[in-house]
């Protein structure tokens, strides 16, 4: 799910994620219904920008990286997942950068409880200082409401997400999130049927494209998101845990959780990388070197990246608006999964 030469920049930390996802609506709750926020600059905030440098150890089997040996096999079905894909994501490729923040705590960052606003349990408390982090904006409670994903990474590279967070100036709410310890080893998956920010269960801080680590040439797998209905209903793939129990029922349908690399070239369902320059590129380079992972779904017909606040190139960027989902394959899938 898209960051730098590991160069630790006071640490790390998250914010929020422009909504292109729908959120994890499994957690049934009538009284909280966020919708995605479609205008990918909408509600910008002013923010320095830091990036950040946690991640898994190399030749982790879910989130390449540079340096990693990475062998791309297609699957055998490859072309009828992306055929039944396409059939729902009609759209080009979006990137929606702009409200992806960097929370950093530290050994004084006060840990807070989170109060779930569904039947999600939150097993640790999270740094917060509610008066310097940012929250994806618009949040679940503005109108319309929108995705509030939150992240923050401490100082010994502790991972905390949320989706459908808000701080009412005195507790910190949110609808589900997950928690992961970066660099001690493989990333591991939640268990079956958990969500974090997004639907799929995956880590939506390791799947950010930070702006400094996409110029620093430090690629890595991206997430992505997929147009309502491109997916599998009921089937997930890791490092994916979970579905919306949204998406389609066919048979070869794309599993939730499924990496997919771009694919380079001049050729028909084929994305030409001379037409770009700089971060797009770069961009370019990610998706087809590190690949991406389809973890989460939209309500806008296109797919799309998750990128942080940095100071990306809009211009650059824009070359990546003619990639579609056909011009992608399907790495070879392991166990798929019912929810």
């Not at 009284?31 to 205008?39: E, S």
């Not at 999270?126 to 618009?138: K, L, N, Q, V």
């Not at 910190?172 to 639907?199: E, M, N, Q, R, V």
Request: hydrophobic share 35%; proline share 6%; with cysteine.
């Amino acid at each position: 799910m898209k960051l730098q030469t590991f160069l630790l920049i006071g640490i790390v930390g998250l914010g929020a994620v422009i909504a292109a996802c729908s959120g994890p609506s499994k957690l049934n709750d009538p009284t909280f219904t966020p919708q995605r926020a479609i205008a990918a600059h909408v509600h910008r905030k002013p923010h320095a920008y830091t990036g950040s440098s946690c991640y898994v150890p190399t030749q982790d089997p879910y989130y390449a990286q540079t340096g990693d040996s990475v062998i791309q096999t297609a699957d055998t079905n490859s072309t009828a997942m992306i055929n039944n894909a396409a059939m729902w994501a009609t759209g080009n490729l979006e990137t929606a950068n702009g409200d992806e923040f960097v929370n950093v705590a530290d050994s004084m960052t006060p840990l807070v409880t989170v109060t779930p606003t569904s039947t999600h349990q939150f097993s640790k408390k999270y740094p917060w200082d509610g008066s310097t982090f940012m929250i994806e904006s618009p949040g679940p409670t503005a109108s319309p409401p929108g995705d509030g994903h939150a992240m923050v990474v401490n100082p010994i590279c502790h991972e905390f997400e949320a989706y459908g967070t808000w701080w009412d100036g005195t507790e910190l709410h949110a609808y589900s999130g997950a928690d992961w310890t970066l660099h001690s080893g493989p990333f591991t998956p939640l268990s079956g049927g958990i969500p974090s920010a997004l639907s799929s269960g995956t880590s939506m801080y390791l799947g950010l494209a930070q702006y400094s680590d996409i110029t620093n040439a430090f690629y890595h797998t991206l997430n992505m998101t997929l147009a309502h209905g491109a997916m599998c209903k009921y089937y997930y793939t890791a490092p994916a845990d979970d579905t919306a129990l949204r998406g389609n029922q066919l048979t070869n349908c794309l599993p939730w959780g499924a990496k997919l690399y771009l694919k380079l070239g001049t050729g028909t369902n084929e994305f030409d990388q001379t037409q770009c320059h700089g971060n797009g590129l770069q961009l370019a380079e990610d998706m087809a070197q590190a690949g991406v992972i389809a973890a989460d779904d939209n309500y806008s017909g296109d797919i799309q990246l998750y990128l942080d606040n940095g100071p990306w190139n809009n211009t650059s960027l824009a070359c990546l608006h003619t990639i579609n989902i056909q011009d992608f394959f399907v790495q070879q899938l392991g166990t798929v999964t019912h929810v």
